[in-house]
């Protein structure tokens, strides 16, 4: 591939081909429903967490088994079907492939609800993986060719609703229909009305021509994976972009997907407690600090990437301090105050660093790039983080006689990785503006 000769850097703005004049008018209906989609895929992905304590009591499983169920189980075939699955995106028609991924992971959910055993339920979580891993990688290739440049971390931010969203539908829909008709129900519930959604977006939403926004000829022609790979590795920004968020997700998910159970064993809440505790976090605190991510990269400032770099940088390395305080304090209410501060913060990332990327890469290498993120975000904190705090929590309590506590210094030892994922996210913002100018 012949990359262009780097032009002087300036920030990209809304004029030109790429002008929202121009701009598809069923993009915000095609928002509306990715977002929708990226919900169900949370909330099939949340709802294991919501019910690990009852699945791990029935299975009689360690802390180390339910970390492998919960987090292996879907990543070992999300990141490793990921990539190639984002590769066809980038030359194939992404409504269909989007279509049929969620009906995929939406009947797996179900049938994890009619899992008897252990491997059953494991298997039926392989196929969740498999479904999920063409979710994200081509919606966020469509929203490329939906919004103009300058507009894409505002459309990723709302885009980025759907994790809250889905979160919530997978705490307290899971945790409500878990306390009153068992853990299976609640997968049931969350995945049969996804597909009926399957169908929604195979019949209204219309592939976009690829790169129709971008000035040029950005879409180019379709490009190998290794091609891909070296272009990336070209461009600082997208390292670091794709670095910083693999350890923000490792950082806060990996920390999100145990509270449930910490909140069970440390301050003894039921199933269904953790859920409406939790649920309304998700659900309010979560949204207002997507929509304030939204606001904030949506301001003419925002025009500079270097703003929204240094934004999340700041943002992730401050609410850093609560997410270590809250696993360490033994009062319920200062437990509650301090997730209401924690969990905004685990949304607040996710949109600009879509956004960014997208614009650090030709329209043509999109896809893969989001894939190439999601490999690495989703091994860092469903592979890494479940198995270490899983075999950490076993590790305490076998050698320090921790009992039930043992959970609690578990994540008390991830919860500062936090810090570095702000390093990251600070210094992919010195090379972003020639960066983006190369890319377009």
Not at 349 to 366: D, E, K, S, T, W
Request: overall charge positive; hydrophobic content about 50%.
């Amino acid at each position: 591939m012949n990359v262009p000769p780097l032009r002087p850097p300036h920030p990209v703005s809304d004029t030109g081909p790429g002008a929202a004049a121009t701009a598809p008018r069923d993009r915000w209906y095609v928002l509306a429903v990715l977002t929708v989609v990226y919900a169900l895929n949370i909330a099939d992905r949340f709802s294991i967490s919501t019910v690990l304590e009852p699945i791990r009591q029935e299975f009689r499983l360690t802390d180390t088994g339910i970390g492998l169920l919960t987090g292996w189980a879907l990543a070992m075939f999300y990141v490793t079907v990921g990539i190639p699955v984002a590769a066809l995106a980038d030359r194939a028609n992404r409504r269909n492939i989007l279509a049929l991924a969620l009906a995929i992971w939406s009947g797996m959910t179900a049938l994890c609800g009619a899992a008897q055993n252990y491997w059953q339920l494991l298997l039926a979580r392989f196929g969740v993986g498999i479904g999920e891993a063409g979710g994200t990688p081509p919606s966020t290739s469509m929203l490329a060719d939906k919004f103009p440049p300058a507009s894409r971390p505002m459309a990723n931010t709302v885009y980025a609703l759907g994790t809250c969203l889905g979160a919530a539908l997978g705490s307290l829909v899971a945790g409500a229909v878990a306390e009153r008709s068992g853990w299976r129900a609640a997968f049931l519930v969350l995945g049969i009305p996804g597909l009926l959604v399957a169908l929604l977006v195979r019949l209204t939403v219309r592939e976009p021509r690829r790169g129709q926004l971008d000035s040029g000829d950005a879409a180019g022609q379709p490009v190998s994976l290794l091609t891909a790979l070296r272009f990336i590795a070209r461009q600082r920004s997208a390292v670091h972009l794709i670095l910083g968020g693999s350890v923000a997700t490792f950082w806060s998910w990996g920390l999100m997907w145990w509270t449930p159970a910490f909140l069970q064993r440390s301050h003894h809440m039921t199933v269904g407690e953790a859920g409406r505790l939790l649920g309304p976090m998700h659900l309010i605190a979560g949204t207002a600090g997507t929509l304030l991510a939204a606001w904030l990269v949506g301001r003419r400032s925002a025009a500079d990437p270097r703003y929204v770099t240094r934004l999340l940088g700041w943002v992730t390395a401050l609410t850093t301090v609560p997410s270590i305080i809250l696993y360490g304090v033994l009062s319920e209410k200062a437990a509650t105050v301090l997730l209401w501060i924690f969990v905004p913060s685990v949304y607040f990332y996710i949109g600009p660093i879509l956004g960014l990327l997208q614009n650090v890469m030709p329209a043509n290498m999109r896809a893969t790039a989001c894939a190439i993120l999601l490999f690495t975000a989703n091994a860092a904190n469903l592979i890494l983080a479940p198995g270490i705090i899983g075999w950490l929590s076993d590790w305490f309590a076998a050698s320090f006689g921790a009992g039930s506590e043992s959970l609690r210094w578990a994540l008390l030892m991830l919860a500062p990785a936090g810090f570095w994922a702000a390093w990251h996210l600070w210094t992919s913002g010195a090379s972003i503006r020639e960066d983006q100018a190369r890319a377009s």
